[in-house]
């Protein structure tokens, strides 16, 4: 065996147990770990002192280990034994972990606490439970995730009822689905994401966006467009009471900040009785480029491109899928179905340096100046509509009119003041 495969073994080891370490080594660490688990403690936690003890003797062990791997030994025979010695030690502490409720009732003995509280039933599970997943929260965030989204793991908040349940964040593991996701995994998603006749789109894209970050990706809940939302939906959901309620989820399938590959996901509800009965995605893409002119100037190019009513998907609340596909029609067809956007924008850069935008005129004359702007052309295709537009954004802007000529009559007015300005 390599020093290498037998130092990941200790480390699993010394990340999984971190917290039991932390709770057996203080009192005060303990009943934060009941407080986590949704267990306030009537008196000091000390039912942890044994489990600290086989702990720290697992510990011990891995310091042995540690010095052997630092020695550089090619002794096989001595890491498979001490190998060994390690994962009996193991499954001494799960043992532990099994009856751990013996030292709860010795710990709380006479309280109300035990009564009122699951804790004797519950808490050896849920510390298993709790070890798991916060494990790999930390270091396999990634698959912690998918088993999120598959149902393996549920976390979710609890509201507490005094005295001695508090509100907790609840970490559980279904062990018993673990054998159907392999065997039918459609009826396991079915039975994470759908209730009865509706689907659970909150939870779809809630897991969804949780899985974005968990990747490093910014995945993004906002409101709908209407017409990519309609393009999935055979009534005018605008109609609904509840439309304003209704949220969609872009999920970026690359990281790459100046382009833009993504899934937007969208309920396809029924406008009757308003319930989700299935789901829809659409493909978009596009790309922002940003092109230097001198120490002045800049010009900026976006371009972005939907499919979703031409390249996308529905899922029904009965697994069925159905393809949106007018990609795969006549070229008329997929014209009319594709939204494009296009806009390049020329503006002056926000820098002391860079000089005004424009400026024209004598100085002691009249002249007009233009601190900094843009100048934006934009093209949008939507259906069968095109729009052509143009803006102009103008800052820090100066007109000054000169009145050199003494026998005018505006001149008199003024007086001696030879100049007449008007700022924006």
Same mark, same amino acid.
């Given at each position: 065996?390599?020093?290498?495969?037998?130092?990941?073994?200790?480390?699993?080891?010394?990340?999984?147990?971190?917290?039991?370490?932390?709770?057996?080594?203080?009192?005060?660490?303990?009943?934060?770990?009941?407080?986590?688990?949704?267990?306030?403690?009537?008196?000091?936690?000390?039912?942890?002192?044994?489990?600290?003890?086989?702990?720290?003797?697992?510990?011990?062990?891995?310091?042995?280990?540690?010095?052997?791997?630092?020695?550089?030994?090619?002794?096989?025979?001595?890491?498979?034994?001490?190998?060994?010695?390690?994962?009996?030690?193991?499954?001494?502490?799960?043992?532990?972990?099994?009856?751990?409720?013996?030292?709860?009732?010795?710990?709380?003995?006479?309280t109300n606490f035990l009564?009122?509280?699951?804790?004797?039933?519950?808490?050896?599970?849920? #510390?298993?439970? =709790?070890? /798991?997943?916060?494990?790999?929260?930390?270091?396999?965030?990634? $698959?912690?995730?998918?088993? %999120? &989204?598959?149902?393996?793991?549920?976390?979710?908040?609890?509201?507490?009822?005094?005295?001695?349940?508090t509100f907790y964040k609840k970490r559980k593991i279904y062990w018993e689905k673990i054998p159907q996701l392999f065997t039918d995994p459609i009826q396991s998603l079915k039975d994470i994401f759908i209730d009865g006749d509706e689907f659970k789109f909150d939870k779809i894209i809630y897991i969804l966006e949780q899985i974005g970050v968990s990747l490093g990706v910014f995945a993004e809940v906002n409101l709908p467009e209407i017409a990519k939302i309609n393009a999935f939906n055979s009534s005018d959901l605008t109609?609904?009471?509840?439309?304003?309620?209704?949220?969609?989820?872009?999920?970026?399938?690359?990281?790459?900040?100046?382009?833009?590959?993504? #899934?937007?996901? =969208?309920? /396809?509800?029924?406008?009757?009785?308003?319930?989700?009965?299935? $789901?829809?995605?659409?493909? %978009? &893409?596009?790309?922002?480029?940003?092109?230097?002119?001198?120490?002045?100037?800049?010009?900026?190019?976006?371009?972005?491109?939907?499919?979703?009513?031409?390249?996308?998907?529905?899922?029904?609340?009965?697994g069925n899928f159905s393809f949106i596909n007018s990609i795969f029609s006549s070229p008329e067809t997929l014209a009319e179905s594709i939204q494009i956007s296009f806009k390049a924008i020329f503006e002056s850069l926000e820098n002391p340096l860079a000089g005004k935008l424009l400026e024209i005129g004598a100085p002691g004359g009249s002249r007009m100046e233009i601190g900094s702007g843009s100048f934006t052309l934009g093209v949008e295709k939507k259906g069968t509509d095109a729009n052509i537009y143009v803006e102009l954004d103008m800052k820090d802007g100066l007109a000054l009119i000169s009145l050199g000529d003494p026998d005018s009559f505006i001149d008199s007015i003024l007086a001696n003041n030879n100049n007449m300005g008007v700022c924006t």
């Open positions: 065996m390599e020093n290498t495969d037998l130092q990941k073994y200790t480390n699993f080891i010394i990340d999984f147990l971190e917290p039991i370490v932390r709770v057996s080594e203080n009192p005060e660490n303990a009943r934060v770990l009941l407080i986590e688990l949704g267990y306030e403690a009537p008196s000091e936690v000390t039912a942890f002192g044994e489990l600290g003890n086989i702990v720290g003797d697992l510990f011990d062990l891995i310091s042995s280990i540690d010095e052997l791997i630092e020695s550089n030994s090619d002794d096989n025979a001595k890491k498979d034994e001490i190998l060994l010695e390690l994962f009996i030690k193991i499954g001494n502490a799960v043992k532990h972990l099994n009856n751990f409720n013996t030292k709860i009732q010795q710990n709380f003995a006479g009564l009122e509280t699951d804790i004797l039933a519950e808490l050896p599970i849920k #510390l298993v439970d =709790y070890l /798991i997943v916060i494990y790999l929260e930390k270091r396999l965030s990634n $698959i912690h995730s998918i088993f %999120i &989204f598959i149902g393996i793991i549920e976390e979710s908040y609890i509201e507490g009822t005094a005295p001695h349940n109609t609904m009471p509840s439309f304003d309620d209704i949220r969609f989820l872009r999920f970026p399938l690359i990281s790459d900040p100046h382009a833009e590959l993504a #899934l937007e996901i =969208y309920p /396809i509800i029924n406008t009757t009785n308003e319930k989700c009965e299935g $789901i829809g995605a659409g493909l %978009i &893409f596009g790309s922002q480029l940003e092109i230097p002119l001198g120490d002045k100037f800049r010009l900026k190019i976006n371009f972005s491109t939907s499919l979703l009513d031409s390249l996308g998907v529905k899922i029904d609340k009965n």
